[in-house]
Structure formats: structure tokens, C-alpha cells
């Protein structure tokens, strides 16, 4: 049955599941905001998963950072997708023209919605509509290549796209919440409203799971699943590298204030201070440079101090082999890839107390954890990793590596998620 029939069988009941018995799911398309990204190869390694196991993977974004991309993978991956805004406003305008002259009451039923939405909304009516245009494109394509199910990652204005192509008369969605965002902004983005409307939800620890249930009905825990994010062959089977006698921690991620990095520096300073050897890396770039070099001079640490810069996924595998410890003293998280990286390669990890973040890294058994905001109990685990024995870190970093193989394998992860695509009834 072609989508567009399928699409209008279903309009006509009131209570129909989406796939019958003996037809699975087999063409599902991914939809996120910005992609590929720099901070999105866990993305990337879960469609690669799933097309490992038999699936045709669509891929859809409204757009992408391309000046940011370094990684040949990821610059592959924009040869794969196909940007909702790549047409402009003409594209948008022309779509959103189409759609309302072949479905008009799904169109008004999505227009009154999206109105709705919008002025409940923390980004106002006309970023709205303009996210009913976007459902509009995105209904056309997903027609077109006969999807059965869309997924989209983060819970913010990507999944108010998908949820509005529903309203449109397209396939069933689901989508997968890392925080912080959403939960931050929960009655902003109508996160409950968008639980209720989805085939199930996919939460990517213990603790996002249970933020996910503070916000919706009882009736519907039942639809939100774990699905951890994962790392791949490339950390989890690389060749150990022993761990170097050098002062070294390195931080990876965007340089930003939720990700702490001007404390970390402060903590910097401690240790400098009392003459305790460091080399620090800064992996990444960002809104905060300016600030973060600001503060390397105006604490002396120009020395002790390198910001690289954005780098590819083999460029931070070198810069992790070369460290001591990886370092992450972020403010807001759901559970940072690049941690489990570290771990995978056997480096232990100084991170603080947020979100699922202790759901990985067990203090003293693979790493440290401080309490968000310190700066003391920061630099007294940086110099725990900068004074220990290598030996010991050694021995940290290889039951961190063991936590990593039976949690967080891409590959083993893909499956957790198909599994749920095939076995989700969906109500129209």
C-alpha cells in the first residue's frame, strides 16, 4: 500500500494502528534541527546502526552548520540529507501553499493547532507558523519516499515540526529527549502535549526518563523508553594506549557557560598556584572563546592553557590518548557522548553531579565527581588525576571501558531502538 493511501485509510477511522500485522516498519526517516553538527556523531552512529540492521534510513534537518564541519563522516552525512529550509522562503511559501489546496482540513486543523501552540509558547506565534510551513515540506518529502515512521531527536522546535506534520496527515513520530532544554522549558515547547501525541518517547537515562514522567500522565509512562546514546567501533575497539606520566587533562565540548569551562580554568589557576604541573586542552569552539581567552590571560595560564578549536572525531581520539583524565565540569547535561569516548578509551573522567552523568562514571571506581559549581572539590579531583599513579588511572580507565562495552555500544543500542519501531502500535 503506497503512503499517501495508507496516510488516507487512516483518515477515515477513528482508532487505527498505523502498521498492520505482517507489514513492519521498514522506511523510517530521522528529522533533527541542525544536522550533521559537530556535537551530533551520536546521531550519525545510531541511523548507521540501524541501517546495519536491515532499515532505510531518511535523513531530514532544517539545517545545517556546514562552516563547522570538519569530520569527513559528518561531511559525508550532508550528502545524505536534505535540508527543509536549503529553498528559503520560497520553498516554505510554495509548500505551505500545496499542502493547504490538497489537504485543507488537515491543513487548518494543523494551522488552528499551530496558533495554539504559539501563543501558550515561549517563541511566540510567528516562529510557529513558520514551523507549519516547515511540517508542510517536511509532509511532502516523507509522502514522497513512502516513510513509515519519523524519529527526531530533542523535544524543542524539531519535534514541534514533526507534530505538526502529524496534525498534516503524516506517518506516526517519536522522538528521543536529552535535556537539559527540554526540561527547562517544558510548558515553552508544549513537551506534554507532544508525549501524549507520540508513538513513544525515548529518554537516554534513568534520569531523563523520570523527568520525562514528572510531565506527563501516568497513563503514559508506558511509552517512554531508555535508548542510550552510544559510541562505536572506533572507541570501543581501538588499540589501548597506555596512559602517558604527563600533566595532562583535556576537555572536549562547545565552548560555552553551561559546560563550565571559565571554572574550570579557575580551578586551573588553584593548582598552578600551588605548583602542581598542568597541561590543559580545550577541544571545541564556541560563543565563549573570547571569554575563555580572556580569562587564560588574566589568570597567566597561556602556557598551561590550549584552545584547539573545533576537531574531528579521529582528532579527539588523539587528544584523549594523550591525557591523563578527561574533564567536563558541566552545569546542565543529559549524559555527555564524549564521556563515555574517554571512558572507552581507558581515560578516567573528572565530571560533576548532573543529570545521567552518575549514571556512568562512578566516583573512585572510573573517575571523579564534583558538585556542579565547585570550584575547590573541581580542582581537588584535578589534582587527584594530575597525583595518582598511573597505574591506578590505568586501572580506573579500564573499568570505565568495561562500563562503556555493556552500556553504550551504538551498534547494540540501534536494536534497543528498532525493537521499539516494530513493536509500538500507533493510534491515528
Known sequence: MALDERYKSRESKEDVSWF??????????YFVNQYPKVSHSFIRREIMGL???????????????????????DIAELEKTRLVLGNGILGLMIAFVMVAIARPVQWWKALLMSISLGLSSDSGLLKHLIALAEACVLFRWLQQDNIDHLHVHFGTNSTTVAFLCRQL????????????????????????????????????????RSQLYRWCAYS??????????????????????SIPDTPTLVCVGRLCEQKGQLLLL???????????????????????????????????LQEQVTITGWASGAEVQRYLNEARAFVLPSFAEGLPVVIMEALALGRPVISTYVAGIPELVAPGECGWLAIAGSVDELAQAMEAA???????????????????????????????????????????
Not at 20 to 29: D, L, S
Request: charged share 20%.
Open 169 to 208: 496527515g503524516g506517518p506516526p513520530y517519536s522522538f528521543t529527549v536529552h535535556g537539559p532544554e527540554e526540561f527547562d522549558r517544558v510548558n515553552g515547547i508544549a513537551l506534554t502535549e507532544k508525549i501524549n501525541q507520540a508513538a513513544f518517547v525515548v529518554a537516554i537515562s534513568s534520569f531523563g
Open 51 to 73: 541501517e546495519a540492521a536491515g532499515y532505510a534510513v531518511q535523513r531530514f534537518a532544517l539545517r545545517s552548520p556546514t562552516d563547522q564541519l570538519v569530520d569527513p563522516d
Open 20 to 29: 498492520i500485522a505482517g507489514q513492519p516498519i521498514v522506511n523510517i526517516a
Open 386 to 428: 594530575l597525583t595518582k599513579p598511573v597505574g591506578t588511572l590505568e586501572a580506573m580507565g579500564q573499568v570505565g571501558a568495561e562500563r562503556v562495552r555493556s552500556r553504550h555500544n551504538a551498534q547494540t543500542e540501534a536494536k534497543v531502538l528498532a525493537k521499539l519501531f516494530q513493536s509500538q502500535p500507533v493510534q491515528a
Open 266 to 300: 579557575e580551578a586551573a589557576h588553584q593548582l598552578v598556584q600551588k605548583q602542581i604541573p598542568l597541561n590543559l586542552v580545550l577541544v571545541g569552539d564556541g560563543e565563549l572563546r573570547s571569554a575563555v581567552e580572556s580569562r587564560i590571560e588574566a589568570y597567566g
Open 220 to 241: 503514559q509512562w508506558s511509552k517512554i523508553h531508555i535508548v542510550r546514546c552510544g559510541v562505536d567501533e572506533q572507541f570501543l575497539q581501538a588499540t589501548p594506549v
